[in-house]
């Protein structure tokens, strides 16, 4: 599942307007190589939780948020894959925080000035759109 955040952690950390965070079952996501390689430092999300950052030391681009060993699903940076043709977020998020000039069809994805309630909505949304 897909989203844009617009979020300013997600502005810094993608150094661009909006953050893509692809949810991805944990069990489903396997590094090909490097993986060994990643860096890792630590935040917090809004509720304290401690929230994994991985990164390529290299060229410094953040890979994914989470644990893969406790968490059911992590957060994948969506602009990060190779291929990004048919990436299309379910929802923008902290549309409070967006950027002023950023134009949201709000007719084709739910739109959330902060954080949603219930993600679990955008999972439906997600499947629903049978991708
Ligand atoms: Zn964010």
Same mark, same amino acid.
């Given at each position: ?10 502005? =810094? ?9 692809? #949810? ?11 993986? +060994? *390689?990643? /860096?890792?430092? *630590?935040?917090?999300?809004?509720? %304290? ?8 030391? &290299?060229?410094?681009? &953040? ?5 893969? +060993?406790?968490? !059911?699903?992590?957060?994948? =940076?969506?602009?990060?894959? !190779? *291929? ?6 379910? $929802?923008?998020?902290?549309? /409070?925080? $967006? *950027?002023?000039? #950023?134009? #949201? @069809? ?6 959330? @000035?902060?954080?949603? @309630?219930? &993600?679990?909505?955008?999972?439906? &949304?997600? /499947?629903?759109? %049978? =991708?």
């Amino acid at each position: 599942m897909l989203y844009a955040c617009h979020c300013s952690d997600c502005q =810094k950390q993608s150094a661009s307007a909006f953050g893509l965070s692809l #949810i991805v079952a944990s069990a489903d996501l396997e590094f090909t190589r490097g993986a +060994d *390689q990643l /860096r890792c430092w *630590q935040t917090h999300a809004d509720d %304290g939780s401690a929230k994994p950052c991985h990164f390529c030391p &290299r060229c410094g681009t &953040r890979l994914y948020h989470g644990n893969l +060993d406790a968490d !059911d699903s992590v957060s994948v =940076k969506g602009g990060t894959l !190779d *291929q990004t043709g048919d990436l299309e977020p379910v $929802a923008h998020i902290w549309l /409070r925080s $967006a *950027q002023p000039w #950023i134009e #949201i @069809d709000r007719a084709r994805y739910a739109c959330f @000035d902060t954080e949603p @309630d219930d &993600r679990d909505e955008l999972m439906r &949304r997600w /499947r629903a759109r %049978g =991708k």
